[in-house]
């Protein structure tokens, strides 16, 4: 069975101090037990470079998700290869188009690129506003889904259409970092069809491998190739690679965390509803609610008891970002967060 070790010790290697930590939208349970003893069982082997592994890892990976292993781009992180396709894609003539709040990475690249950003505000319901969005002048459009911050999806019907109305040489990239906890369709498969289209996944989420590094890019070889003029060849860790494809691996491991993830998930967000907070609703492994209150007083409270959320976004500035931790994490936010509420009975 999988074994949550982050935030249950009192303090662990990484140096964290003790404390929950909900504020990153990690896994608990990190690493799959698969992938925990194939990244031991490597690490005598880790004085060599990794190509045999990493390629064993592509061809795993690329059979996982029916496309050929040229079909991909993997890389320490996706959120590095989302930082460097500003420098692909867009120009100071051809901005990067975004929905506001939106997930960060796509923006710092195309700040140091040096390109226009054009930000267009979520819908009410948390979903992209596609029409909107397509309107926009665009050499990359980005789309989260389920989106970072809200946890809130774009219904597939749009999101195919936003696909299939984007110029052909506009580059459109669906962040689908946090799918496996949904149940929103992938857009793989409609890869074949659009060449414009790039698909970014992480191992960091679902997989709980945050700390190893290891994130892709699915999409045509031409369009991986401009990605790859800045990203470098991938230089990816020899333990990323054999974890990642011991997790790979495991038939069941997404389908028991996506399960996991709900109950706890829906288990917080249920009592913060009865205690009368509205929360967006979410696919994913976090939530957002409005805690009807200028934030950072809040946030500061829960840090004084340990307990550590997000509150970054300017334009929802009643709101917290909470990520989902094991049980007992969430049943230390609420407490905590009771406290610092003033709730009754608490
Ligand atoms: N995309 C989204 C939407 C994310 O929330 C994150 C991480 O929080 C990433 C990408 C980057 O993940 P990583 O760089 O760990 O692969």
């Not at 999806?153 to 949904?182: C, G, M, N, W």
């Not at 495991?250 to 288990?267: C, F, S």
């Amino acid at each position: 069975a999988d074994i949550a070790i982050h935030n249950a010790t009192a303090s662990n290697p990484l140096g964290d101090p003790p404390g929950v930590y909900l504020n990153y939208n990690e896994l608990p349970e990190g690493p799959c037990p698969a992938a925990r003893k194939a990244m031991v069982d490597a690490i005598p082997h880790a004085g060599r470079y990794s190509h045999n592994m990493v390629s064993e890892m592509q061809k795993t990976l690329a059979q996982d998700l029916g496309v050929s292993p040229e079909w991909l781009l993997i890389y320490p992180g996706s959120g590095s290869l989302l930082k460097l396709a500003p420098h692909a894609f867009t120009s100071s003539s051809r901005p990067l188009v975004i929905a506001s709040p939106g997930y960060e990475d796509c923006v710092r690249g195309a700040k140091s690129a040096g390109s226009p950003i054009t930000e267009v505000p979520l819908l009410d319901s948390g979903a992209h506003d596609i029409d909107a969005m397509l309107q926009k002048p665009a050499g990359l459009l980005y789309i989260c889904n389920p989106n970072n911050p809200t946890g809130t999806v774009t219904p597939h019907d749009k999101l195919v259409q936003a696909i299939e109305r984007t110029p052909a040489d506009t580059i459109i990239i669906v962040d689908e970092a946090y799918i496996h906890f949904s149940n929103q369709p992938s857009v793989i498969p409609l890869i074949a069809s659009h060449p414009n289209l790039v698909v970014m996944r992480t191992f960091s989420k679902v997989y709980g491998m945050a700390g190893v590094r290891c994130g892709f890019a699915v999409g045509r070889p031409d369009v991986l190739a401009s990605l790859k003029q800045f990203a470098g060849d991938p230089e990816l860790s020899v333990l990323a690679a054999v974890g990642c494809t011991a997790s790979l691996k495991q038939p069941n491991l997404v389908a028991e965390r996506k399960l996991l993830n709900a109950k706890r998930r829906d288990k917080t967000m249920q009592w913060l509803t009865q205690q009368g907070f509205t929360c967006m609703p979410s696919e994913t492994n976090f939530f957002m609610v409005d805690v009807k209150r200028p934030t950072q007083d809040v946030v500061n409270g829960l840090l004084q008891k340990g307990v550590h959320v997000s509150n970054r976004w300017k334009m929802l500035p009643t709101t917290l970002r909470v990520s989902v931790g094991t049980e007992q994490d969430m049943a230390a936010f609420r407490l905590a967060f009771a406290e610092v509420m003033g709730l009754k009975g608490s």
